[in-house]
């Protein structure tokens, strides 16, 4: 574990004092949904539609974090890490998604935000991983306007609990997973392809954000902000139709959310196809969804290549492979685009918006000697840093993931921890990375 390949090459003393490293975590991917008085989410059901899921895996067990989690808090701390970022579920805390709240979620919450201050991490929460209480799906989930008014519920309750111990609230976790992604790719639950409930859901999205972060203003909380995710388009070629497509795509991944939230209007390449199909009275609720935020939350893995697709309608296009190395999801490994988007968001933002790379890391199936995820992990560290020496207002660094736990659609095969879990025996190993990792945060940089 000691040689030179197993090494990061960074070190803490390389980035600013007060620097945040951390990892994240997302209930539904490691708690146990069957665990503790939860209610059913929509991943759970969505998982038992046949061909959803791979293998019809869903996270009832996950990585039973539900009952580990203090040892689970151990290697946090032990990795050297400064941070915690977690979610909690709305369906442990409201089993019926409102109404009678769970005792039991609430109590285990606050237990575990406890566990995390004892440790001597700082907790960050994110309200909403996509974990959306089935019975509110079946009252249209973010397809209803009503879901704000939901999440805002939901919000009061569950920070009424913990809310005064957190170092760092995020609302929603990636909202073009929670709309696109899962209404209009129909990969995620609840699985829709319609482009009219995409459009509802882009926009209640953003709305239900608005609503929390009012509530919890009004809860006198702060450090309040919210996680989007951004992948780099990329022209597939030097055609002109190759460069619209790349340009919608953009504005559909990465500057819809964004501009709503710090400019308070749509990107006019996206309204061009979804105008038509947003819920009337939309531009009303601008002014709710871009109140100031204290912080934004960037996830980053990877880029896209771009292609027109002209037999289809609006946004008429597709994705075709790239010549990079790829992780074990396909995704193809370009440190330049996080640096790319660190610098476009402080420039969005005139620079007064703290930025938090609040995900990053890599599918690998090497179950202990991780060296690519070290590889990986080492050139998105320096992309950061080197944006931080390009004025941007990076304060802290979340590694993608804590430990191996059910990938989504993809199951338990896709491992993205930097702690190896056995899920027959719930074995937790750290592997080569997380060793690499407390070595980084201990030691001093290395000579150069
Ligand atoms: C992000 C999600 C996270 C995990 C990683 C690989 O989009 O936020 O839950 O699935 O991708």
Known sequence: MTSDTSRFAFARSNFPKGFRFGAATAAYQIEGSSFGGAGPCHWDTFAQTPGNTAGAEDGSVACDHYHRWEEDLDLVRDAGLDAYRFSMSWARVLPEGRGQ???????????????????????????????MPAALSDLGGWRNRDVADWFAEYTQIIMGRVGD?????????????????????????????????????????????????????????????????????????????????????????????????????????????????????????????????????VNYYTCNRVAPDPDQPWPALTSVPGPLPKTDMDWEIAPDGLAFFLKRLSALSDGN???????????????????????????HFAAARAAIDDGVDLRGYFVWSLLDNYEWAFGYDKRFGIVHVDFDTQKRTPKASWHALRAALREPAPAE
């Open 353 to 379: 918006l703290p930025i938090y790379v609040t995900e990053n890391g890599m599918a690998d199936s090497a179950p202990e000697d991780d060296q690519t995820r070290i590889a990986y992990l080492d050139s």
């Open 101 to 131: 709240p769970n005792r039991e979620g609430l109590d285990y919450y606050d237990r575990l935000v406890d566990g995390i201050l004892e440790r001597g991490l700082e907790p960050w929460a994110t309200l909403y991983h996509w974990d």
């Open 165 to 297: 111990r957190l170092k760092g609230t995020a609302t929603l976790n990636e909202p073009w997973c929670v709309a696109w992604l899962s209404h209009f790719l129909g990969h995620h639950a609840p699985g829709l392809r319609d482009i009219r409930a995409a459009a509802r859901a882009m926009h209640h999205v953003l709305l239900a954000h608005g609503r929390s972060m009012e509530v919890m203003r009004a809860m006198g909380l702060e450090n309040l902000g919210i996680v989007l995710n951004f992948e780099h388009a990329r022209p597939a070629d030097e055609s002109d139709g190759a460069a619209l497509a790349a340009a919608r795509y953009d504005g559909i991944y990465n500057r819809w959310f964004i501009e709503a939230l710090l400019h308070r209007r749509y990107p006019e390449i996206v309204l061009e196809g979804l105008a038509p199909h947003l819920p009337a009275g939309w531009e009303d609720d601008m002014d709710l969804i871009g109140r100031p935020l204290d912080w934004l939350g």
